[in-house]
Each structure stands twice: as C-alpha cells, then as structure tokens.
C-alpha cells in the first residue's frame, strides 16, 4: 500500500492560500538520511565480520611462521609481525572483542539510563529525589580508572567483565538527560488523559512517554558505544587488560613494543588504526543522523519542492511558508532625491 499524501498549500499575493501539487509521506525518513545510511552500513559491515572473523580468517592469529615482518603480499594481505603471524588474521579476529565490548556496555548503560531516569522524572517525589542522588553517585565515578583498577586486581577479568564495568559506571549522563526530558513530558494533555482513564503507570510510561524519548535514548546508546570501544582499545594498548585475546588494541599494543614504526612496518599499526578511525566515524555519523532527525533546523529540506502554476519549483524550507506567485511582481521605479526635492 502506498503511503498517504499531503497536500501542501501556500500563501499567494493575490488571494487566498492555494493548493498545489500534493506530496508523499516519506517513510523510514531516518535511513533516508546518507550520514545515517552510511554509519549503518558500516556498523552492519563490522558487525557481520565480528561474526564470522574468526571462521574466515585464513590463518590461526596467534600462529608463528618463517615469514618475519613481511610487506603486505598475495599470501599475508596486511603483512606479518615480527613472529611471523599474520595481521589480517589478527584485525578479524579482532573485531569481535571490540563490538561485543562496545554493544554490551551500550545496552547495559541504555537500560540503567531508561529504568532510572525515566523513572525518576515520571514518578517525582521521594523516588525522584533518591534516584537524583544515586546518579549523581554514579556521574562522579570515573570509568576508566575503575576498568584500570578491575583489571589491574582480577588478572583474568576479560571483556565480559570490561563490558559490564564500562556498563555499570556510564549510565548517569543519560539518565541525567532522560528525567529532564520525562519531566517535560509527564504534564502534556495526552498524558494527563491516559492518566485520567484509569491506565497504569508503567503502561502510561511505555506507551506515552517512551516514544517521544527514542531519538535521545538512541542518541545515548551511541555515545556509550562510542566511549566503550575507545575504553576497551586504550585498555589492551596500554597492557592493563589480557593480552592473550585479540583486539585492534592489542595489535597496537605489540606494534608499539616491538618499535615498528623505527623498522618501518608500517603495515603492523596501519590497518588496526584504520578500522578504529573507520568504526570512530561510522558511529558518529549515526549521532550526526540521529540529531538531524530530532531537530527540524538540521534536517535537509532537499527532498521538500513543490511546484508553482507556471512550472517551477521552489523548495519548502523549515520554518517559512513559500509565498507563490503566478505573475512577476511590480517594480516600483527609484526615483533621486533631487527629483523628490524639486517635484515637492
């Protein structure tokens, strides 16, 4: 079934406001969007390879050979290290520590976030004012000193373990964010009229407040991952986490402790850089994608035309009603001050 039509009117000059020619709703607008399209589609691409890295690399990761610190070739496509091993290997391998890190810290934080900020704004009182406190307990904490902490006392804490202490200290920000927004809704009439036939509170809070919510959580879900996969890579190449598990961190980390830039293999720190500034950029621009869907002024109008009696088109801009006139308009002559002087 096709999607509904608008029809668009606007002002003109010389009468009343007019109809023109009508305009199809634009459905799933937020993938429409290219910065989010193309932030998807490659946050689907490293997903897919977090999959199935592991069963499509060519070689064993860890595995040595006699191929020591050679060049990117038909037989090792982004080189070797200094033992032999190869590094194509080691960045797919490596992908999937790095997004499990990153989403599970993204979902744990996006939950806590939900459960307590909503939960505060909505239901006020004693349990908005004990809520606050506890998250700004947590808003103090700092994460990555914590991980460092965890890490430097439990030796075989793992990503599990660095996903949910990344989780478990990230979540006051959004929940900050979250009971703000919560308070500004929780008084609007379609609120108060669920309120006011009998539904209950979570069901008022699921259905009515948390889908006026879903930009600023996914928002949020973003920045956390974001920060997790930052935490998880700075971890593994400082040598506080496990290095006996693959990541983009862990290469670096070898690459830096073996002085490969001084040996010019450039190929040892290249690739696992790239991937980090390539995830980097996917995920912000899914952010960028997010704020122009929620905010009007920084959504593109390219898509909004409409098209005047004489056949051109004019382009709907946020905020402005187009004014179309089917005629050229008047122009009045400029006439000199002196002329004014000497006419008067």
């Not at 910065?35 to 860890?62: E, H, M, Q």
């Not at 996903?163 to 108060?192: F, N």
């Not at 974001?226 to 998880?232: G, P, T």
Request: net charge positive; proline share 6%; charged share 15%.
């Amino acid at each position: 079934m096709s999607a509904p039509a608008t029809t668009i009117t606007a002002v003109t000059p010389d009468g009343p406001e007019v109809a023109v020619a009508p305009v199809k709703r634009r459905r799933l607008r937020f993938v429409a969007n290219p910065k989010a399209a193309t932030g998807l589609v490659v946050l689907a691409f490293f997903c897919l390879i977090a999959i199935i890295g592991p069963w499509v690399a060519p070689y064993d990761p860890s595995a040595r050979s006699s191929d020591l610190i050679q060049a990117p070739s038909g037989k090792h496509w982004f080189g070797t290290t200094h033992l032999g091993q190869d590094i194509f290997s080691q960045v797919l391998v490596g992908t999937r520590g790095v997004m499990f890190v990153g989403l599970l810290a993204g979902l744990v934080a996006t939950a806590l976030s939900i459960l307590i900020g909503v939960s505060a704004g909505f239901l006020g009182g004693a349990a908005d004012d004990s809520l606050s406190a506890l998250s700004n307990v947590f808003l103090v904490i700092p994460a990555l000193p914590l991980i460092i902490i965890v890490a430097s006392t439990i030796p075989s804490a793992g990503d599990l373990m660095v996903a949910l202490v990344i989780g478990l200290t990230s979540w006051a920000w959004g929940a900050r964010v979250l009971r703000a927004q919560t308070l500004s809704l929780r008084r609007r009439d379609y609120v108060e009229a669920a309120r006011a036939t009998g539904e209950s509170t979570w069901r008022i809070i699921t259905f009515e407040i948390m889908p006026n919510l879903t930009a600023i959580i996914a928002s949020g879900f973003v920045g956390t991952v974001i920060f997790a996969v930052m935490s998880e890579i700075t971890l593994a190449f400082i040598g506080i986490s496990t290095i006996s598990e693959w990541n983009w961190g862990t290469i670096l980390f070898w690459a830096q402790s073996q002085q490969a830039l001084a040996q010019g293999a450039w190929w040892w720190f290249v690739p696992a850089g790239l991937a980090i500034a390539v995830l980097g950029t996917a995920l912000s621009l899914i952010n960028f994608g997010i704020d122009e869907f929620v905010s009007p002024r920084l959504r593109s109008s390219g898509h909004t035309r409409v098209k005047t009696k004489d056949g051109h088109s004019v382009r709907m801009r946020v905020g402005f009603t187009p004014v179309l006139s089917s005629k050229a308009a008047p122009v009045t002559p400029v006439v000199p001050r002196r002329e004014k002087e000497e006419v008067a």
